[in-house]
């Protein structure tokens, strides 16, 4: 059976035949906002595993389309994160090591 939607080839997002009619889907901008539609407007389970490797994506994506300062900070908060899943993860290792020589 032929689909009767509109045509979505590459380069062709869906929401330039419904939403965003009349703006110019080879538009850089015009891509960027139909992405930026679709991350607002999508909306699932967020206490999954998978969903929370999501949201680190996300955040990952958009602190790399950021500039100057904003960069900075998304980059010291990722290390933060970094840093506190060493520490525990020397933390838990330290007591096992400690568990086993008793």
Known sequence: MAETGPPTGP???PRFH???VGLDPHDPEARAFAEHLDRMERCGPNFTVEASIDGVADFADSSNRLGGLRW???AF????IIV???VAAWDIVERALQWLAE
């Open 77 to 80: 908060l990722a290390t933060l």
């Open 84 to 86: 506190g899943v060493i």
């Open 11 to 13: 380069g062709q997002h």
């Open 72 to 74: 900075w900070i998304a």
């Open 18 to 20: 419904e939403d965003l």
